[in-house]
């Protein structure tokens, strides 16, 4: 790792930082906490947050139903801003929002869009992810190499999909991948983090508006033509976005990162590449194994409540470590190991209790085909720089690499 890169994770908050000698593993920090201090506090920016580190004490602490997940002034992850404070600019909640939300209202807007996810619906749009797939290898094939794997494939697939979904027109000016890398940045300043949120509003907030007047055969059309006006357009507004940023972000950051795991690790490649048979639990260990997501939720205490024999008073709030929690000993033998032959195990990537991830069957869907098909069209598929030039997305919400320059 170079110096600059060093400096600037040193900078970051401990949820946020990865082990400088590994990028793939956890600070080693979340070691020494995970034995000796499982539930402390750690400062974020300009306020004391509770972080949670073993695998038990977090699966508990996102099942408990008195840490909430209304979204509350925090004040604690993005930089205060100089003039409107942090505080009253997250007031601004943008209704339909589930994860956001604490049942019955979290409740009653994910299962508004629950269906959309079936294995009925995931097998109808398999002729869609194949042809998607073949149209971009074999671009990145006449174009030859070196390319970026992300900009070329990690990114395009599954943001293709995600509009297809939702009735995004081919042409409609929302580029919805670059506003979400500003948002999910902990360290974009407000001046510029509230002008791409409400762009991303604007942009969905029109395709509400289509759709209202005639509903399409996308996720948005069936939402209206089952509930009417029983959603709201501004509930709609929010459920369209967080679908739209979820639906592509993680899973192109996991295609990116979790090929350079892969290449990392070369006899787990080709294991892969060579059994078919291994891809569903070769996903699920990548998952695991680099834990994109830095953090749940922030979760708001409602009452009193003891995690493992630390007393967690109302009102204070709880960060969940999903690269700690995934990296637990106790619950992962040899948990630094990357093993795709590994016995499957539930791990926390995808969240737990109410607020488990909605999307997964289509993120395992996309996985589950876009690796294998990777590795067979490119078998000689290799970084085209030196490992130490690849540039990791530290301070985004959404672990992952700005780039992936591959050759083969």
């Not at 080693?28 to 972080?51: C, F, Y």
């Not at 078998?379 to 672990?399: H, M, Q």
Request: glycine share 6%.
């Amino acid at each position: 790792m170079t110096g600059t890169a060093e400096a600037e994770t040193d900078q970051l908050p401990l949820p946020y930082r990865r082990d400088p000698r590994c990028p793939f593993d956890p600070d080693p920090e979340m070691t020494r906490l995970r034995a000796e201090q499982p539930i402390s506090k750690v400062r974020i920016n300009s306020g004391d947050i509770w972080l949670v580190t073993r695998f038990d004490d977090s699966r508990r602490v996102l099942a408990d139903a008195r840490f909430s997940s209304q979204l509350t002034p925090l004040g604690v992850v993005l930089p205060a801003p100089e003039n409107r404070t942090l505080a009253e600019e997250l007031k601004d909640q943008q209704p339909g929002t589930f994860i956001e939300c604490d049942p019955p209202e979290h409740t009653r807007l994910r299962d508004m869009i629950a269906g959309e996810f079936t294995k009925a619906r995931m097998r109808k749009l398999k002729p869609l992810i194949g042809v998607t797939l073949d149209e971009l290898l074999t671009a990145m094939e006449n174009a030859g190499p070196p390319v970026d794997l992300v900009s070329a494939f990690a990114l395009p697939f599954p943001s293709r999909v995600i509009r297809h979904l939702l009735g995004v027109p081919d042409g409609f000016g929302f580029d919805f991948a670059a506003l979400t890398k500003v948002m999910t940045d902990v360290m974009t300043p407000l001046e510029a983090l509230i002008p791409a949120r409400d762009a991303l509003r604007a942009g969905m907030r029109e395709l509400v508006r289509t759709n209202r007047r005639n509903p399409g055969d996308n996720v948005l059309g069936r939402v209206i033509t089952e509930h009417g006006r029983g959603v709201t357009d501004e509930e709609l507004v929010g459920i369209g976005n967080l679908l739209l940023v979820a639906g592509h972000e993680t899973t192109a950051n996991m295609l990116g990162i979790g090929t350079l795991a892969l290449l990392r690790h070369p006899a787990q490649l080709q294991l892969l590449r060579d059994h078919a048979e291994l891809t569903a639990d070769a996903v699920e260990e990548l998952v695991r194994y680099v834990s994109i997501p830095h953090h749940g939720e922030i979760r708001t205490a409602t009452e009193d409540v003891t995690v493992n024999g630390t007393l967690i008073r109302r009102g204070e709030q709880v960060l969940v470590s999903i690269p700690s929690a995934n990296r637990d000993e106790a619950r992962f033998p040899r948990p630094d190991v990357l093993d795709i032959t590994r016995p499957r195990r539930t791990h926390l990537a995808y969240g737990h209790g109410v607020h488990y991830c909605v999307g997964v069957p289509l993120a395992r869907l996309e996985m589950q085909a876009a690796f294998p098909a990777l590795l067979r069209r490119f078998p000689g598929l290799r970084l085209a720089v030196p490992f130490d030039e690849v540039e990791y997305r530290r301070s985004n919400v959404t672990y992952g690499v700005h780039s992936l320059p591959v050759t083969w």
